[in-house]
T-cell receptor, first 113, second 111 residues
Framework: NAGVTQTPKFQVLKTGQSMTLQCAQDMNHEYMSWYRQDPGMGLRLIHYSVGAGITDQGEVPNGYNVSRSTTEDFPLRLLSAAPSQTSVYFC????????????FGEGSRLTVL | GQQVMQIPQYQHVQEGEDFTTYCNSSTTLSNIQWYKQRPGGHPVFLIQLVKSGEVKKQKRLTFQFGEAKKNSSLHITATQTTDVGTYFCAGTASATNKLIFGTGTLLAVQP
């Protein structure tokens, strides 16, 4: 099993550009989520999904879109990148919201100039 | 909204000393999880606590969930250099599906 796979690992964007961070899991997990990690801020929840076709906002959703058309995939879209979105992004999945271990991808380091 | 705070933000210990990090939530939690993130790595699950007052041990690590289910602690006995990293708590509020992470405690261990 590959677990949770995130691509790309590194990306540099210019302000105003758009991009999609990909996340896929092969564990048949219903729950998937995106976090961003900034120094001193911990991990902040951007968006999450409790199943295919269902998404909801987390703590810091502004500037990000998500969709969940399949159980396996949960892409994160930046429509118009801003320097404040420079961060490390983690995708994570679990069997359910209250059913234990969250499995994380390796992370995607995004720099917006 | 739900907030989860951790203290201290940073702790530097000599190898062999004990270490404790505390986690406090603004709302009642249905469960609390703990994760460890090594420098440059991704968070890795350590444990989940569900019951009020629950205490669990993993070798030198002891985890507690408060009676009111709003706070938790992680205690490491006799730290080793392999314990270096950032420890996060994460809680699911009883009223929501959101797993919110604490701010983390960075542990440095000097040999």
């Amino acid at each position: 099993n590959a677990g949770v796979t995130q691509t790309p690992k590194f990306q540099v964007l210019k302000t105003g550009q758009s991009m999609t961070l990909q996340c896929a899991q092969d564990m048949n997990h219903e729950y998937m989520s995106w976090y961003r990690q900034d120094p001193g801020m911990g991990l902040r929840l951007i968006h999450y999904s409790v199943g295919a076709g269902i998404t909801d906002q987390g703590e810091v959703p502004n500037g990000y879109n998500v969709s969940r058309s399949t159980t396996e995939d949960f892409p994160l879209r930046l429509l118009s990148a801003a320097p404040s979105q420079t961060s490390v992004y983690f995708c994570a999945s679990s069997l359910g919201t209250n059913t234990g271990e969250l499995f994380f991808g390796e992370g995607s380091r995004l720099t917006v100039l | 909204g739900q907030q989860v705070m951790q203290i201290p933000q940073y702790q530097h210990v000599q190898e062999g000393e004990d270490f404790t990090t505390y986690c406090n939530s603004s709302t009642t939690l249905s469960n609390i999880q703990w994760y460890k993130q090594r420098p440059g790595g991704h968070p890795v699950f350590l444990i989940q606590l569900v019951k009020s007052g629950e205490v669990k041990k993993q070798k030198r690590l002891t985890f507690q969930f408060g009676e009111a289910k709003k706070n938790s602690s992680l205690h490491i006995t006799a730290t080793q250099t392999t314990d270096v990293g950032t420890y996060f708590c994460a809680g699911t509020a009883s009223a929501t599906n959101k797993l919110i992470f604490g701010t983390g405690t960075l542990l440095a261990v000097q040999p």
